[in-house]
């Protein structure tokens, strides 16, 4: 659940920030634009965040029906 939550803030951070940046965060100078072209791949490592979303209902599920 923490890696689903921190990549998906990621993202939303690192789009955010370009949007602020405009055509600066293009740019190899900032900062900004390393972090635009790594943040998907945290969405991709250790299994693609709808995979992770899947993971987590099947287990809400079980501990629903364990109860």
């Not at 900004?32 to 599920?61: F, H, S, W």
Request: hydrophobic letters at 40%; a negative charge.
């Amino acid at each position: 659940m923490a890696k689903l939550f921190a990549t998906e803030t990621c993202m939303e951070v690192v789009n955010e920030s370009m949007r602020i940046h405009g055509g600066y965060g293009f740019s190899r100078e900032f900062e900004v634009e390393q972090l635009y072209r790594d943040a998907p791949l945290l969405v991709i490592g250790e299994g693609t965040n709808e995979i992770q979303r899947i993971i987590i209902a099947k287990r809400l599920l079980e501990r629903a029906r364990g109860a």
